[in-house]
């Protein structure tokens, strides 16, 4: 075979090998696809043979045979995939009871365990795992010990419960690791191993959140306006066809119905705006209200926090469980109270829903946020008293050394001193701040699923038990009256998510175990909530699309993990560490564990690469190229969104000329009005059919003189153009009415041949004219 | 022949086996014999997810290739059926096929009498959620209005697929999963 049809038939062959892969594009019937796979195939099959023959024949058969390969493990690589997501029938259960919105929030669920079971795998196996098998054992040093007056107590469930006593002192938190540089027989360095995995677990977060983001943005339609399409997006979208359960089904048709006759009344007749300044009284006295209501949420939990520092320092006994648990529970009372006292307040303003929902979510977003920042102040005000303290404590334990050294040489009279030896536990301790926040954090989110669970009991367990049971001895109908079954709140329930998420980022620093317990936390909610789900609640009246606000959701999930990655950063930054716990003790910063490992561990031209790379000269011009480059890129797609547009507005004038055309109506459109009335020696430019024939038919005549006319085509012709139009319209009296009759023979003027005015013609050389 | 499956459809080996799974429950015993069973409306319409759809009658009549047009689907039919309403399937299949099953008549364009027809199947059965004719005749025109380009009273295919392409729901709403 030749090299030709070698290359013929390659390309044949891709052809076929492309066909394959596209096949199921195609709306075909089954049977006609499987006749088309068929011979594909056998095609594919017998070719491929052929061009492996003549040289590198067995590359060829090995390349062919490796690719199969491939694509066979591809195919059940992604079968496996989908085959180990878990949970997929619980969910689809949801979603033919509930509708995609509900089972939406299910869907973020599993997505944020997926997220938190890859943070557990980072911590649990480069910072728990280590330490507990190759770092020293409980009670060998002072910090794993527990101290001797917090002994007697140790063990006692209310201590354990507050992550005292023996929890405290365990690999759970910050303060139970040690600080040796390398440890065990690999020579693992923990302190770095630790500082990487707190700062990489929030650019893992940030990636995966990231990723997510786009893949569900190019999911979105093509970019039209809301209003284009209103009508008939809500004819052929709105049916949900993953709904299997005929209640919901007769919800969703009342709720369609409903839309229907909103959006017909809302076209027929305009809003008439009555008493304009009373609704904005009200709007802006709403406000009002919930500012105040913010601003006191705010300031409780500052004077919670305050007091409890003052129980702190008294003894533990003299405190009642609610004295002791005071933060926590106020925090959760007010994510619980304030949400529905916002939407009574906003009730006042009389909002279309979609946009007091807007308005809603943003008001509990400020809610959980200034809680959040509030708690994390009044957290530091307490962190910056503990460093004080240990300033003292510091002090006393180097002064107590200094005691003993001079006791010791003073007694035996000899200068090779034996270190104190003291049990552990007898040894005095810092008040170790980071172990402190760890333990704060972690109260919080058990209080949180604490309050979470006894909600979904109490607000939709017992009362749909209330409901069925004491119907039937009740005066009116509570099933359909007040109370009746609750709905799923599915914006509360993913900004709890999303604000847990945010704490267990905080937290995961000072408490490593935090990301096991957020990880069960999950795994219980699904179950826990899937059938609290089904048993209590029912499908919501009003069904509202959840596919846009995927990405609104993971907007605030990326918001919240910049925000909670700012209090990380700061105090690694700029607090020091404990003197005397944690892997970082004895250090002046946090960070200098990563100096001391490029100064120790790698070579040293790397060294002075850092601090070459370090310098302000380098960095900051490095700043001002990034900002450059964003300006750069905002412009350019400013640009490319202006062409968009303009792009689409063309399309849109030509879909109306068209539109115009076909119905034989004057232009509607002003920019093709003025546009003709500019150009009046022409003729029109929605020309009719017939006019168009018209003006083929003298064109055609000239086709039979082509010699004269090859010789000079470019000025001739536009110059035979110009004149045959200019005859045309000469000969039309009103060009814009429609042409009925067919165009008379032309008289003698109208000729080609008497048209050949060549500029300069004679001197050309080109011999007499024609047709003389 | 689940090995060309893979290729021909839009669904896994785990959802096509699932599939042939529950086709197999529907078929009659009298027919378990027979190499490609033919499954009839009324059974398919037993099946929970299209059992509550307001649209299932015409799902099954798009999807059949049986001459007699009584809706009976085969394996290969209802395999159709699940690619082209799973979560993998192109915009391009799902608005062809949207077409099809919203156009009643069969006559290749949604016309007012289609349109009426897909109105009064998603509002509902009951005589207090249907539309009054003032409301449909309104309902309609905006509809004709908003994608009728040709206007020549009738939504073809490349202009419903238009509108479609533009909708952000409707690859999320077009599905329906075993």
Redesign the interface.
């Known amino acids: 075979m030749s090299e030709g049809e070698m290359t013929r038939l390659k390309e044949e062959v891709e052809e076929k090998k492309k066909l394959?892969?596209t096949?199921?594009?195609k709306?075909w019937?089954?049977?006609r696809?499987?006749e088309c796979?068929k011979d594909a195939q056998q095609f594919v099959e017998k070719f491929e043979g052929a061009l492996g023959k003549g040289k590198g024949r067995k590359l060829y058969a090995f390349k062919v045979m490796m690719t199969k390969k491939w694509i066979k493990f591809n195919?059940d690589f992604?079968?496996f995939k989908?085959?180990c997501i878990p949970w997929e029938r619980k969910i689809?259960e949801v979603e033919?009871h509930f509708g995609?919105s509900v089972a939406s929030y299910f869907l973020f669920l599993r997505w944020m365990y997926g997220m938190n079971l890859v943070l557990f795998g980072f911590v649990f196996g480069l910072v728990v795992i280590p330490e507990v098998l190759m770092g020293l054992p409980y009670g060998s040093i002072p910090r794993k010990t527990v101290p001797r007056d917090e002994q007697a107590k140790a063990m006692d469930f209310s201590v354990l419960f507050e992550f005292g006593g023996y929890c405290k002192y365990s690999f759970l938190f910050y303060g139970y690791y040690n600080n040796q540089r390398t440890i065990g027989l690999l020579q693992f360095r923990l302190p770095l191993s630790y500082l990487l995995v707190g700062v990489g677990s929030f650019g893992y977060s940030l990636m995966v959140v990231i990723r997510t983001m786009a893949k569900n943005s190019n999911?979105?339609?093509?970019?039209?306006e809301e209003g284009?399409?209103?009508?008939?997006?809500k004819?052929?979208?709105?049916?949900?066809?993953?709904?299997?359960?005929?209640e919901?089904?007769?919800n969703k048709?009342?709720s369609?119905?409903t839309s229907?006759?909103e959006?017909?009344v809302d076209?027929?007749e305009n809003q008439k705006d009555e008493n304009i300044h009373l609704r904005r009284f009200l709007r802006v006295l709403a406000n009002l209200l919930i500012l105040c209501s913010l601003g006191g949420s705010g300031y409780l939990i500052y004077y919670v926090v305050k007091r409890s520092q003052t129980y702190a320092n008294m003894d533990e006994d003299e405190l009642s469980w609610f004295e002791k648990n005071e933060v926590e529970f106020v925090m959760s009372l007010l994510g619980l109270v304030c949400p529905p006292l916002f939407e009574t307040i906003a009730e006042l303003e009389e909002y279309h829903p979609r946009i007091a929902l807007k308005w809603q979510l943003g008001r509990i977003f400020a809610l959980f946020l200034g809680n959040l920042y509030t708690f994390l102040f009044a957290l530091f005000d307490e962190v910056n008293a503990k460093l004080e303290r240990e300033e003292t404590i510091k002090n006393a334990t180097i002064w107590a050394m200094k005691e003993h050294y001079s006791n010791f040489s003073e007694l035996n009279n000899s200068t090779a001193i034996t270190p104190l030896s003291i049990n552990p536990a007898d040894v005095m301790r810092g008040p170790c701040w980071e172990t402190a926040v760890g333990i704060e954090f972690m109260k919080l989110t058990v209080s949180d699923i604490q309050v979470t669970y006894l909600t979904i009991l109490f607000g939709d367990f017992l009362r749909a038990l209330a409901v069925r049971f004491l119907n039937y001895c009740w005066c009116w109908d509570l099933e359909a009256g007040f109370p009746s079954y609750a709905e799923f709140d599915i914006s509360g329930n993913v900004l709890g998510l999303i604000f847990n998420q945010g704490m267990i980022w905080m937290g995961a620093f000072y408490a490593p175990g935090l990301v096991g317990l957020n990880v069960l936390r999950l795994l219980t909610s699904m179950y826990f909530q899937c059938w609290a789900v089904m048993t209590c609640n029912v499908p919501h009246e009003r069904v509202f699309?959840a596919?846009?606000s995927n990405n609104f959701y993971m907007g605030l999930l990326l918001l919240i993990l910049f925000l909670s990655m700012l209090p990380v950063v700061y105090t690694i930054m700029t607090l020091p560490p404990s003197f005397d716990c944690g892997p970082f003790s004895g250090k002046q910063k946090m960070y200098d564990v990563i100096i001391e490992t490029i100064d120790k561990d790698l070579p040293a031209f790397l060294g002075t690469l850092f601090t070459y790379a370090a310098n302000p000269g380098l960095i900051i011009p490095a700043v001002l190229l990034m900002v450059l480059a964003i300006y750069y890129l905002n412009s350019v797609s400013k640009a490319y969104k202006h062409a968009n547009n303009e792009l689409r507005k063309k399309m849109q004038m030509q879909?109306d000329e068209?539109?115009n055309r076909?119905?034989n109506k004057d232009s509607t459109n002003q920019v093709m009005k003025d546009l003709e009335d500019l150009l009046p020696k022409k003729s029109p430019i929605s020309a009719s059919a017939k006019e168009n024939t018209a003006n083929i038919q003298p064109l055609s005549e000239l086709g039979d003189k082509p010699s004269k006319v090859s010789q000079k085509p470019g000025a001739v012709a536009t110059g035979r153009g110009v004149n045959l139009q200019r005859d045309v319209s000469l000969a039309m009296a009103n060009p814009r009415m429609a042409v009925t009759r067919p165009p008379g023979p032309r008289g003698p003027s109208a000729l080609p041949g008497n048209t050949l005015q060549v500029p300069g013609g004679r001197g050309r050389g080109r011999g007499q004219n024609p047709r003389r | 022949k689940s090995f060309y499956d893979c290729e021909l459809t839009f669904l896994t080996k785990q959802e096509i086996l699932l599939a042939h799974k529950r086709f197999t429950e529907l078929v009659a015993k009298e027919d378990r014999n027979d190499p490609s069973p033919r499954v009839p409306m009324s059974k398919i319409l037993t099946l929970p997810e299209l059992k509550s759809n307001p649209f299932r009658k015409r799902i099954c009549h798009v999807f059949s290739t049986s001459e007699s047009k009584d809706g009976s689907l085969t394996f290969e039919d209802f395999l159709d059926l699940l690619s082209a309403f799973s979560d993998s399937a192109t915009l391009e299949i799902k608005s062809h096929y949207a077409f099809r099953i919203f156009d009643f008549d069969d006559d290749g364009t949604l016309d007012r009498g289609d349109l009426e027809k897909l109105v009064n199947c998603l509002t509902g059965e009951t005589d207090d959620t249907r539309l009054t004719p003032e409301e449909m005749k309104q309902l309609i025109n905006n509809i004709l209005e908003e994608s009728d380009i040709d206007k020549d009273g009738t939504v073809n295919l490349s202009e419903f697929q238009h509108v479609i392409s533009r909708s952000p729901d409707f690859v999320s709403s077009f599905k329906i999963v075993l």
Do not use: H
């Open positions: 394959i892969s096949l199921r594009n709306p019937r089954m049977r696809r499987l796979l195919r992604e079968n989908t085959a689809k033919s995609s999911e979105g339609g093509d970019g039209a284009d399409f209103t009508f008939a997006w004819m052929f979208t709105s049916w949900d066809y993953l709904i299997g359960n005929s919901t089904a007769d048709f009342a369609i119905t229907f006759k959006s017909i076209e027929q699309k596919s846009k879909r068209e539109k076909r119905n």
